[in-house]
């Protein structure tokens, strides 16, 4: 055989095994990080997608902090979604690529107690506080106050109203959002502060109370693409997130579009 003979058909062959490999990174999953109160309207919105497009959306679901420092240490995430702004300030800071960022969703923070409890509805910041409806021993469920969205959130509404200093020692702190509203849901903690869609998605705790807006920063969803090297499908499911059919999705569970603000 020639050597141009030779090298015509290594590169041939080369051209063949490549082939596969190819195809076999098109037909990658995406992969989207979402803050955990996200679960059950992200999961609506990946079936609606699946059912007319041919990729796999893998959803990993946690707090917002855990989310972002797996993606600065490697994760192999392709789209993330916090539920603040100030995780996906601090991914950008970390040299992580952050792409097509937008605010896409709002919240808002309630109190929470078991749905067969007897804790009569009440505004938080009104005549009544927080800490006269807590027995002896008994704590107030939040996200984990130092760096989960959802707890830092209930830290500053409960300094604006005044109630941080009696309840800070009394607090039960979830890893996430859902962890914080499953102590209330177990009947383990009377009271818990969750965002609205939370307590929306479980028919076992019941909505007794909504924090000022002003007196906790505006509880904002961000998204973006955090794949230096995204997929057309990654590229994709993003711009579909961020359109109408999604929107309609999270507003029934509760989330607000910014854009509707």
């Not at 939040?142 to 020692?169: M, N, R």
């Amino acid at each position: 055989m020639t050597s141009s003979v030779r090298k015509t058909s290594f590169c041939f062959l080369a051209l063949v095994l490549s082939m596969p490999l190819a195809a076999h990174a098109d037909n990658e999953p995406v992969q989207v990080y979402a803050a955990a109160s996200m679960t059950d309207a992200m999961d609506e919105a990946i079936r609606s997608y699946e059912s007319d497009h041919d990729v796999d959306i893998v959803p990993i679901y946690a707090s917002s902090s855990t989310l972002a420092r797996q993606i600065a240490n490697g994760a192999p995430a392709d789209i993330y979604v916090s539920a603040n702004e100030q995780w996906m300030d601090w991914l950008e800071k970390q040299n992580v690529p952050v792409d097509e960022r937008v605010d896409l969703l709002r919240n808002r923070l309630v109190l929470i107690a078991p749905a067969a409890g007897d804790i009569a509805d009440f505004t938080p910041g009104g005549d009544i506080t927080i800490a006269s409806r807590l027995g002896d021993g008994e704590r107030l469920s939040v996200g984990e106050t130092s760096h989960v969205p959802a707890g830092l959130y209930a830290k500053q509404a409960l300094q604006s109203i005044g109630e941080w200093d009696a309840l800070e020692p009394r607090l039960a702190n979830g890893d996430n959002v859902r962890a914080a509203m499953a102590l209330v849901e177990r009947d383990e903690a009377p009271l818990g502060i969750v965002y609205e869609t939370d307590a929306k998605a479980s028919d076992r705790v019941r909505e007794i109370g909504v924090f000022p807006d002003d007196s906790h920063d505006p509880i904002t969803y961000p998204l973006a693409v955090v794949n230096p090297a995204p997929s057309d499908a990654t590229d994709a499911f993003r711009q579909w997130l961020a359109g109408d059919d999604a929107l309609a999705i999270f507003s029934r569970y509760g989330f607000t579009p910014v854009d509707a603000n």
